[in-house]
């Protein structure tokens, strides 16, 4: 009769590459020994995704953040794989991940096609902002998300990246309180203010480097052909148009269902439930 193990044998077949995501080093280390032995047959690469390389993997993709969607995740850490030329299109990836809390608890099988290459790993590594940048504005758009101004459920615009050309394309509400300062988003001072603003009408402008350029400004792309989810409006569909006309990220938080958006190229490429984080 046959086993579990055999029933099961199948999820782990013939797989191109197999990826860990933040494993312990002796979880690790186990597939490392097991590559040194028999070479007979053509071998599955093994990649490490982590927040940090702390196992001293070789080939390694790194998480700029933890991503609880396990699917975001694996898509990130797929598509790291294919920048770095260990997958292409159409092979079989088996990864091995933490869904809940803690070691690998699961294994899932996918096939690198568009339904996981959703350009996850661009947003943050081929946008014009530092990867940090698009870090430290999600977590600030997650942050308020969770909390709201003053409990209640607030709504935000952050333009990351391409400032200049994101200035040409928007006018002042308002004045800029950002006009004269120097400061960069990631400083918890900074963070606070960004939340007060945010209770105010427009979009944050914010540079490649990180620093706040201006609040308070309604932007006027071109928003011809871009698709935003059904039943959301003119925040969303600013935010999404301004980065098919300019090469800049949009980060959008909504008043209405809650959840945090990350659009690049005129794309919706990342949808985060702050709730979850
Ligand atoms: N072109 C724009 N540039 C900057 N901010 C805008 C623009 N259009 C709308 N907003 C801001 O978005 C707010 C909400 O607008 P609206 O309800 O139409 O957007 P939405 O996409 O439905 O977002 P939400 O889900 O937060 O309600 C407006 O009060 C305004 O502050
Ligand atoms: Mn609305």
Do not use: W
């Not at 028999?38 to 093994?46: K, L």
């Not at 975001?72 to 997958?87: K, N, T, Y």
């Not at 698709?227 to 980060?251: C, E, F, S, V, Y």
Request: hydrophobic residues 40%; glycine residues 8%; negative net charge.
């Amino acid at each position: 009769m046959a086993s579990l193990t055999d029933h099961l044998a199948e999820l782990v077949e013939d797989a191109d590459a197999v990826l860990l995501f933040s494993p312990t080093a002796s979880f690790h280390d186990r597939f490392v020994a097991d590559e040194t032995g028999d070479r007979s047959e053509e071998r599955a690469e093994i990649v490490v995704v982590a927040p940090a390389n702390d196992v001293d993997a070789d080939p390694f993709v790194e998480l700029p953040i933890p991503f609880r969607d396990v699917r975001d995740r694996i898509r990130f850490g797929v598509e790291g794989a294919m920048e770095a030329d260990l997958v292409t299109e159409g092979d079989e990836v088996v990864c091995v991940v933490s869904v809940f809390e803690g070691e690998s608890d699961a294994v899932i099988r996918v096939t690198v096609d568009e339904t996981v290459h959703t350009g996850i790993y661009d947003l943050f590594v081929e946008s014009r902002a530092d990867p940090s940048v698009i870090r430290d504005v999600l977590e600030v758009a997650i942050e308020l998300g969770k909390k709201g101004q003053k409990g209640k459920p607030v709504g935000a615009l952050f333009v990351v990246g391409d400032a200049g050309k994101v200035m040409n394309k928007s006018r002042s509400l308002s004045y800029n309180p950002f006009e004269k300062s120097h400061v960069h988003v990631g400083d918890p001072i900074v963070n606070v203010m960004l939340k007060e603003f945010s209770r105010l009408d427009g979009a944050f402008v914010i540079s490649d480097s990180g620093k706040i350029v201006s609040a308070y400004r309604y932007l006027e792309p071109a928003a011809e052909g871009v698709d935003i989810p059904k039943g959301l409006g003119a925040r969303h569909m600013a935010g999404g148009a301004i980065t098919q006309d300019t090469n800049a990220t949009a980060i959008v938080l909504s008043e209405s269902d809650g959840l945090v958006r990350a659009f690049k190229g005129g794309r919706l490429v990342l949808e985060i439930d702050p709730e979850e984080y």
